[in-house]
């Protein structure tokens, strides 16, 4: 079962293509990682768009559980969510740290060719020589890399050298706990998607 979820994932990565391409026309790129613009502000249409992620989470989390549409005794999609719910909502209810969610979120863009090879295998495409294939994985392993794990450690190490910035709350240590999560399971998810990839390209040497 796919459901809204390649839309949903979609929409969400639009969204946050749409803030960020606004806040670099408008601004450029001058003082856009700076503290106070990602604490403090909050960029055109990023609570917008934050909003409509955490739904969607909230949604596919839901939809996922009364369906048990997960695998293993600690999901790494249900986590993931669950991570993102929680500092969503908080920083939502408080408007701070938008800005650096918005950033978080450019990891959709990765999310977007893992529910397209959900869906080109469910579809019977599973020929690893065809080029479709062979592309899909390209794109598969660059996002992963950049959108993903290089995004998720540079905005980890941004939250630890601007940690005396912060005010005494509980800003700073949740940011930190999502991010110690999020990487966590980058490793986790970058694991499973290499055992994809070696099963794919070994049932293909075997049907040679």
Known sequence: MVGNAPLDVLFSSRDVVFVLLCRWRKK???????????????????????????????????????????????PGILMHHLILLIC??????????????????????????????KVRRMAGFRDFNRKMVKLEWILN????????????????YKLITDAH????????PLALFGMAGMNVLNISLGLDLFKAFARERNQQVHQD
């Open 28 to 74: 450029g790129l001058e003082n856009m990682f700076e503290h106070e613009e990602l604490v403090g502000s909050s960029w055109v249409g990023a609570y917008s768009a934050l909003c409509f992620s955490c739904g969607y989470f909230a949604y596919d989390q839901l939809d996922m559980l009364r369906y048990r549409l997960y695998s293993g005794w600690i």
């Open 141 to 156: 392993w660059s996002t992963f890399l950049t959108a993903r794990v290089i995004c998720h450690i540079l905005i980890t």
């Open 88 to 117: 969503f909502t908080l920083a939502l209810y408080r408007n701070v740290t938008i800005n650096y969610l918005i950033l978080s979120l450019v990891c959709e863009m990765h999310s977007i060719f893992l529910h397209i090879r």
């Open 165 to 172: 910035k912060f005010d005494k709350g509980i800003e700073l």
